[in-house]
């Protein structure tokens, strides 16, 4: 990563979560071109190996992990508690550009490292990476970049794939909610929206399975089954909201760093939008990645106001980050 590189990252200091909601935040002309772009066959091993090669990360991508962990350890971030740590570390993306359907490479499903460009979804989950990283391991890492690498990648691939493991495109985590319970199933984080004040919600989560057409993915036989599976495995399960009216009075109980996700008023859809929550001013707020700026950034008005001004969005879902080592989470 060169100088300069480094530089605008510290002084800047998913995928939009499904193709329907992208639409509608944008015009329809604009996703089209997108899907269009995302389905070209290149037919050439060059452009393959490129991709490839971009996909697992580039020098800039590794430059911003390395510059943030070091800096990390420099200021003993991993003495905080996680979520402290977290949101820390996600200030120093502010600025960073926010760039919709970067884990949509071409080929079969792998793992994605872009820490250069951002979506609601790879921001929290890239930020849970790096906590987790500084409160695992020590700066002597820092000293052998194959490992750093390798430690990396597993740390992103147990965060973003059900039960920790890439076994293809079904195996992504989706949906948020599941997001929320499968890396609560495994202690990484806890689903406090429960008893925050949150509400039962049972309705159906369905909307891949029934907007295939919406996902290049889908169109390879039996995906779409896979991914209906899923989705009944997820309605299956308890979830819990806090409604848009009673997020301030939950407000006093949502710390530093807790994972935010706000519910959607789409049918068969349960997550419009994800960031970090941000104490500050007697108030949280939320920093996150939204289309709307084109950048990682803090939100003007207080989280609870922000979810009111939207449409399409009616509650949020907090999950606090779990201490590496943490037993149960929400087993």
């Known amino acids: 990563m060169s100088a300069n590189a480094v530089a605008r990252h510290r002084s800047a200091s998913r995928h939009v979560i499904h193709a329907y909601y992208r639409r509608l935040a944008r015009p329809v002309a604009a996703i089209a071109a997108l899907l269009a772009l995302a389905s070209c066959d290149s037919g050439s091993s060059v452009e393959e190996a490129r991709l490839l090669a ?25 003495r905080l508690p996680l979520g402290e740590t977290m949101a820390r570390i996600g200030v120093t993306f502010v600025g960073t550009a926010y760039v919709p359907q970067t884990l949509e490479v071409e080929g079969p499903e792998r793992l994605v490292v872009n820490l250069r460009e951002l979506d609601c979804v790879t921001f ?9 990283f500084v409160h695992l391991h ?8 194959t490992r750093l690498r390798a430690e990396y990648r597993r740390l992103l691939t147990e965060i973003r794939y059900r039960g920790g493991e890439l076994e293809g495109y079904p195996s992504r985590l989706h949906y948020f909610s599941e997001w929320i319970a499968d890396n609560g199933a495994r202690g990484l984080v806890r ?26 993915q889908l169109s390879e036989p039996g995906i779409v089954d896979e991914i209906a599976r899923a989705e009944a495995r997820l309605g299956a399960r308890p979830r819990y909201f806090i409604g848009e009216a009673h997020i301030e009075d939950a407000a006093p ?10 519910t959607s008023t789409v049918d068969g859809l349960d997550i419009a939008h994800t960031g970090l929550a941000l104490v500050r001013d007697g108030g949280v707020f939320l920093l996150h990645a939204p289309l709307v700026g084109s950048a ?12 009111q001004r939207i449409g399409g969005q009616d509650g949020i879902m907090v999950a606090r980050p779990l201490e590496p080592g943490t037993v149960g989470g929400d087993r």
């Open 54 to 78: 971009l996909s697992e990360g580039t020098a800039e991508d590794w430059g911003i992990v390395r510059s943030t962990l070091a800096r990390a350890w420099d200021e003993e971030l991993h």
């Open 124 to 132: 929290v989950e890239n930020v849970l990476a790096l906590g987790r």
């Open 138 to 145: 020590d700066p002597s890492l820092l000293d052998d970049e």
């Open 191 to 216: 689903d406090i929206s429960r008893e925050l004040g949150g509400m039962a919600d049972d309705t159906p989560i369905n909307f891949m399975s029934t907007h295939p057409d919406a996902y290049r």
């Open 253 to 262: 109980g949502i710390a530093n760093g807790d994972i935010i996700a706000a």
């Open 296 to 307: 990682v950034q803090i939100s003007e008005v207080p989280l609870a106001e922000r979810v």
